[in-house]
Each structure stands twice: as C-alpha cells, then as structure tokens.
C-alpha cells in the first residue's frame, strides 16, 4: 500500500468506529475522563496498554515515547496528570524487542537514545538495558513527583505477561 492508500484505509475505519455508539466514549464525551493511573510507555506499535491492562476509553493516561523516556513534554503530560486529574499513579511500561533500547546499544545517536544511554551504562544485554531503563525513568519521575507512586513494569510481547521490576 502507498501512503494515500494507507491514510484512506485508516480514514475508512476511523468513520466505521464513529458509527458505533460506544457507551464509554459518549459518557466520558459527557462527563470528562476519571483515569485513575498514567503509562509512560515505549511509541511502539506492539505496546498497547489499554489492551495489556484490559482498560477501556478514559481509564489510563498514556503517553508514548520511543523507549518510554520522560523528557520535558512527557514530565509536564505527567504534571496535568497529577494537578488536573488527580492521578497519583504513575506507571513505566518497558518491554522486550524495544527497537530504542537495541539502537542505543548498538551506539545509534539522537536525543532519546542518549537518553536512554545514560540510564543503561555499559549494559549490552537488551532485555537488562530495557529494565533498567524502565527502572531509571521511574527513578527521575519519583524525584520530580514525590507525592506521587511511580512503579517501572516490563510488558513481555511474547507471553504478553508484566511484571514488576
């Protein structure tokens, strides 16, 4: 498919999902979102945490980033969290195969990488990088959020299981 195909197909299913009349859409249309946790987690297609933690529409707060880091748009995501919708959970879901975490191992240069760099040393293993990094952004959310509970995860896209690191 060529880009045009591709945007007309998600237009197509973007009027198809309007049609249908999902309780939880309109009510939170109505009424706002209650969500009671925020995900930082990684932009990858294969994480889908409304579908990893079976939430529905204005349960969670998600925000994604390439290897769920938290530079300056995602800590102020995180503060309306907080401040405007009483979130004190704060939740960081790494996961295996994280492309961001392998491309920083392999020495690949951009801000998040070097992002993530700094949060995984010298580790060359991925799936001991990912956790760590997961564990290191959790670190700096708890610094900047005392008040809040921040808990890194790692979401296994093989079994689909997570757990807590």
Do not use: W
């Amino acid at each position: 498919m060529n880009n045009k195909e591709i945007l007309s197909d998600l237009l197509q299913r973007s009027r198809a999902y309007a049609k249908l009349k999902i309780r939880r859409r309109i009510d939170t249309a109505l009424h706002g979102q209650h969500p009671k946790a925020a995900v930082v987690c990684c932009s990858d297609s294969r994480v889908i945490p409304e579908e990893i933690f079976a939430r529905s529409i204005g349960d969670i707060f998600v925000i994604r980033t390439a290897g769920n880091t938290a530079g300056v748009s995602e800590v102020e995501s995180l503060s309306y969290a907080h401040h405007h919708l009483g979130i004190e959970l704060f939740i960081v879901l790494g996961h295996t195969h994280c492309g961001a975490v392998d491309s920083t191992i392999h020495g690949e240069h951009c801000s998040i990488f070097d992002a993530i760099a700094s949060h995984i040393g010298e580790e060359k293993d991925p799936k001991k990088a990912t956790m760590e990094n997961a564990r290191q952004v959790a670190k700096e959310l708890s610094s900047r959020f005392p008040e809040v509970d921040v808990v890194p995860l790692l979401y296994d896209i093989e079994t689909g299981e997570v757990s807590r690191l």
